[in-house]
């Protein structure tokens, strides 16, 4: 199956600075990646679908400024926490694949504002 | 439209006991359903899925789930517990498109796997 290298593992910002976290498709063309947020002890919450070349699509209530999202190549998709404050703090997971090839997620990303 | 039930938040057995972990889904048209383990910190690991074919799908890690479509159920089962196996378990559902569909998670059970 596909494999996905998401960096950082953890991060900690201070509130106000921006955080980018990277997922990278090492053997699969990725024309669409999901990123998800998962809150402690909580389920996975699809925040917005990313389509290589186009516009992402975002979750009704996820801010799109806010949380922006950038798929300019087949392997490389990137989410940016912009004017990060302590409520952003949260778990996020990149996923690709589909349903025929199956789902590969990232490792996920530790994010801690301060 | 598509939901999934997970109705333990934990589940607790013991080594060497058989576990199950439930899950009901709620879809139109067929159901595609998928079984995840996380570990703290980590992202999600594939156990298995069920598309289409026999009921009784077998997946990682000796795990397999039982399909029943009358009762909407995909139950993830072991055997015979390890208490490696203690992590987040997650059900989910497929929506959309086979390429460009999302899944729907469950809210997750925690299986705790006692000595």
């Known amino acids: 199956g596909a494999v996905v290298s998401q960096h950082p593992s953890r991060v900690i910002c201070k509130s106000g600075t921006s955080v980018k976290i990277e997922c990278r498709s090492l053997d699969f063309q990725a024309t669409t990646m999901f990123w998800y947020r998962q809150f402690p002890k909580q389920s996975l919450m699809l925040m917005a679908t990313?389509?290589?070349?186009?516009?992402?699509?975002?979750e009704q209530g996820v801010e799109k400024d806010k949380f922006l999202i950038n798929h300019a190549s087949l392997t490389l998709s990137t989410l940016t926490v912009t004017s990060a404050h302590p409520e952003d703090s949260s778990f996020y997971i990149c996923?690709?694949?589909?349903?025929?090839?199956?789902?590969?997620f990232g490792s996920g990303t530790r994010l801690t504002v301060v | 439209a598509q939901s999934v039930a997970q109705p333990e938040d934990q589940v607790n057995v013991a080594e060497g006991n058989p576990l199950t972990v439930k899950c009901t889904y709620s879809v139109s048209g067929n159901p595609y359903l998928f079984w995840y383990v996380q570990y703290p910190n980590r992202g999600l690991q594939f156990l298995l899925k069920y598309i289409t074919g026999d009921n009784l799908v077998k997946g990682s890690y000796g795990f397999e789930a039982e399909f029943n479509k009358s009762q909407t159920s995909f139950h993830l089962k072991k055997p015979s517990a390890l208490v490696s196996d203690s992590a987040l378990y997650f059900c989910?559902?497929?929506?959309?498109?086979?390429?460009?569909?999302?899944?729907?998670f469950g809210q997750g059970t925690t299986l705790q796997v006692k000595p």
């Open positions: 990313s389509n290589e070349g186009s516009k992402a699509t975002y």
């Open positions: 989910a559902v497929h929506h959309g498109s086979s390429n460009t569909g999302k899944l729907i």
């Open positions: 996923k690709t694949g589909g349903l025929d090839y199956g789902y590969t």
